[in-house]
C-alpha cells in the first residue's frame, strides 16, 4: 500500500509517466453530404446535387482575378466512358443552392477510374446520408 505522501507525488507527476499531457476531448459531429435533387439532364451521366454540413473552399477562375470562395453545395458527376480519356471517371464541382456550376475546376476528391459518388465525398470527408 502506497503513503499518502507517495501517492500525492505520484498525482502530481501523472501517475508516475515520465510525461504527460493535459488533453480536453471534443465530441465532433462527421461531416454530412445530404442528396438535394438528381441534376443528370444537364451533364453526361449520372450528376447529383448535395448539400454540404460544412463548407469546402474552392478558387473562382471566372474572373480576371481569381478568387477564393466557399460552398455548401456540390454537384457530382460520373461518367462511364469519358471523352479524353475513355475510362469511367467522377468529378466534384462547387455549385449553388439550384445546381449551377460555381466553377468548372474540379474539387480534390475527384477522381478516375471509378463511379462512386459516396466514395469521391468520402475522399473530401463527407458521408452521404440516405
Same mark, same amino acid.
Given at each position: 500500500?502506497?503513503?499518502?505522501? %507517495?501517492?500525492? *507525488? +505520484? !498525482?502530481?507527476?501523472?501517475?508516475?509517466?515520465?510525461?504527460?499531457?493535459?488533453? *480536453?476531448?471534443? !465530441?465532433?459531429?462527421?461531416?454530412?453530404?445530404? @442528396?438535394?435533387?438528381?441534376?443528370?439532364?444537364?451533364?453526361?451521366?449520372?450528376?447529383? +446535387?448535395?448539400?454540404?454540413?460544412?463548407?469546402?473552399?474552392? %478558387?473562382?477562375?471566372?474572373? %480576371?482575378?481569381?478568387?477564393?470562395?466557399? *460552398?455548401?453545395?456540390?454537384?457530382?458527376?460520373?461518367?462511364?466512358?469519358? @471523352?479524353?480519356?475513355?475510362?469511367?471517371?467522377?468529378?466534384?464541382?462547387?455549385?449553388?443552392?439550384?445546381?449551377?456550376?460555381?466553377?468548372?475546376?474540379? +474539387?480534390?476528391?475527384?477522381? !478516375?477510374?471509378?463511379?462512386?459518388?459516396?466514395?469521391?465525398?468520402?475522399?473530401?470527408?463527407?458521408?452521404?446520408?440516405?
Amino acid at each position: 500500500m502506497l503513503e499518502k505522501k %507517495e501517492l500525492k *507525488t +505520484l !498525482k502530481k507527476s501523472c501517475y508516475g509517466a515520465p510525461f504527460c499531457y493535459n488533453v *480536453t476531448m471534443t !465530441k465532433t459531429k462527421p461531416n454530412t453530404a445530404e @442528396l438535394i435533387k438528381d441534376v443528370s439532364a444537364d451533364f453526361r451521366g449520372n450528376a447529383k +446535387l448535395y448539400k454540404l454540413s460544412s463548407p469546402v473552399r474552392y %478558387e473562382d477562375t471566372n474572373r %480576371e482575378t481569381p478568387r477564393k470562395r466557399q *460552398t455548401k453545395f456540390v454537384v457530382v458527376s460520373s461518367v462511364d466512358m469519358a @471523352l479524353d480519356h475513355g475510362g469511367s471517371e467522377t468529378f466534384i464541382f462547387p455549385a449553388d443552392a439550384k445546381g449551377k456550376i460555381q466553377s468548372w475546376h474540379e +474539387l480534390k476528391g475527384s477522381s !478516375k477510374g471509378n463511379l462512386s459518388h459516396d466514395v469521391v465525398l468520402g475522399l473530401i470527408g463527407f458521408n452521404l446520408v440516405k
